[in-house]
RNA sequence: GGCGGCGUGGCCGAGUGGUUUAGGCAAGGGCCUGCAAAGCCCUGUACAGCGGUUCGAUUCCGCUCGCCGCCUCCA
């Protein structure tokens, strides 16, 4: 069984599931707010990777990721452009479904919108009010942090230090019972979206939402709730003592995926206004070396990503490829069990992807070097490896070859038959010019990019 | 200030109290090749600094230096 670092015990603990066979996730998806950056996509491949793995494991995962579709600077940028925060949520929806396909992220199961649960957001606020851990403030319902058990679980932090670091002043102008307290629910300013509720038309403040999804979706006391570690506080603290608020039991695990970090060491983040266009740099490298960058740093430590380290992992990429030309008839054999077994082992000590890719990598040697059988299914293993359980797909054939530069490569055949090299090596400089790669193998000459 | 984490060879990035090496990329040498490419083989004697524990520490403990995260919207 997978073991990870769980973010509240501080250690490394097996997944005990609620329901045998069976795995139910949440993952707190993107507030649709603008275009999606590196971080969100190392966090998704981690994601997305976590699933994989355990559906290929043989469990039966569900995978629950809300999407915030009302939130603060959906607002401002409708306001700035001129258009509505529906049509501002939407077309940032879009791109970020666009942008995880490039990046081989599967959908989850289910994708809740926020604005489908706002009834039920509603109904939880009441609740909490009517259970004395929240009250009305000063511009809309705020919760009682203190008043649930345990509260600074995730922060790992004391209830007292947490008290010390709060801004006091915006806690009075709020009109908050205690700094710490949070928003539930926002009254809503002139022209500003809004729904309403028993305490005037508003919105709700983000950390209802992910509380209210998952308990409908997954139930009380699903298995893992996982995250990027920026959320551990006060985002899921929050969604923690709101569950406890109304007596429901919530996540079993609390997992957190690290940042990534820029070139300056600090984290990318929207706020600092150093984030890396993912976008941009899907366009610029193959998205499987953002995939496999990813894979090759563990989902807990700071990730650095750039031009230098992507185009090595291009290079990487294309070994990949060419293995799986070399070796695309053993998609068919049974992989080797002692590979597959060795995989898991690393794979479930607190998801050690490094060390499985590195394992991965050596299987590919050891393909090349057995022969028949066993050759076939050690290959077989490194497909099964990157391809089902990693989400990373080798491609075997080259795509998108056009007829000139295939016709150039047979007249190098027939140019190599008769011994004409100079003509061989005409053919050769002209394909090279071209962007091509040429390799002479058993079968003439092939061509890749 | 409080709490948490990090510092590994040219780069990225695992891991471990000592016997044999993570892995990837790059580099050098060799084999192969008409020449290449791909592939294969070999090579680099790394673990921030200073002490301590130990027969032995990169790995454990302490201190120092440097860096980062959270405590505020953020994956």
């Known amino acids: 069984m997978l073991r990870l670092h769980d973010t509240a015990l501080g250690t ?12 139910s996730m949440y993952v707190c998806g993107p507030t649709v707010s603008g275009e999606p950056h590196v971080g969100h996509g190392r966090f998704n491949v981690v994601w997305d990777v976590v699933c994989r793995y355990l559906t290929w494991s043989g469990l039966d995962v569900r995978f629950v990721s809300n999407v ?13 452009e001129g258009r509505s925060a529906e049509d501002v949520a939407a077309h940032y929806e879009k791109v970020w479904w666009d942008t995880m396909a490039r990046l081989g992220v599967e959908r989850p199961t289910e994708s809740p919108h926020a604005t489908a649960y706002i009834r039920d957001m509603v109904d939880l606020i009441s609740e909490l009010i009517e259970r004395g851990h929240a009250y009305v403030g000063g511009d809309g319902v705020y919760f009682a942090s203190e008043s649930v058990e345990g509260y600074g679980l995730l922060a790992l932090q004391p209830l007292e230090s947490l008290r010390a670091g709060a801004r006091v002043e915006v806690a009075e102008e709020a009109g908050k019972r205690s700094p710490i307290d949070f928003v539930l629910w926002k009254a809503a300013k002139p022209g500003e979206p809004s729904w309403e509720s ?17 308990l409908d979706l997954l139930g009380d006391g699903f298995d893992l709730h996982g995250g990027g570690q920026d959320l551990a506080f006060p985002h899921h603290e929050n969604e923690r003592a709101q569950a406890l608020g109304v007596g429901r039991p919530f996540a079993r695990r609390w997992v957190h995926s690290g940042m990534v970090v820029a070139d300056s060491g600090e984290k990318m983040s929207k706020s600092l206004g150093n984030t890396l266009s993912l976008l941009e740099l899907l366009d610029a490298h193959d998205p499987r070396a953002f995939r496999l960058q990813v894979l090759q ?13 992507l185009a090595a992992n291009e290079r990487s990429i294309d070994r990949l490829d060419i293995f799986a030309r070399e070796f695309a008839g053993a998609r068919a054999s049974d992989p080797d069990p002692a590979a597959l077994e060795r995989f898991r ?6 998801l050690d992807t490094p060390n499985a890719v ?13 022969t028949g059988q066993r050759g076939q299914a050690l290959a077989a293993a490194v497909f099964v490896i990157f391809e ?43 394909l090279q010019a071209e962007g091509w790669i040429v ?7 092939t061509i890749r990019k």
């Not at 028993?198 to 998952?214: A, I, K, L």
């Not at 295939?406 to 061989?424: F, G, I, S, T, Y």
């Open 12 to 23: 490394i603990v097996p997944l005990e599931l609620r329901d045998p066979g069976r795995l």
């Open 68 to 80: 915030t579709d009302v939130e603060d600077k959906i607002i401002a940028r409708a306001a700035a």
């Open 198 to 214: 028993p305490w005037g038309p508003g919105r709700p403040g983000w950390h209802t939402e992910c509380v209210v999804m998952s």
């Open 297 to 309: 740093s563990h989902y807990r430590s700071p990730m650095t990503i750039g031009e230098s380290s």
């Open 345 to 350: 082992e690393r794979m479930d000590d607190d």
């Open 358 to 370: 590195a394992g991965a990598f050596d299987l590919l040697r050891q393909a090349r070097a057995a």
């Open 388 to 430: 089902d359980a990693l989400g990373l797909a080798l491609q075997d054939q080259v795509a998108g070859v056009p007829p000139e530069a295939l016709a150039m490569a047979h007249a190098r055949d027939e140019a190599r038959a008769a011994k004409d090299w100079a003509r061989a090596d005409a053919l050769r400089s002209e």
């Open 439 to 445: 390799e002479d193998g058993p079968d003439g000459t």
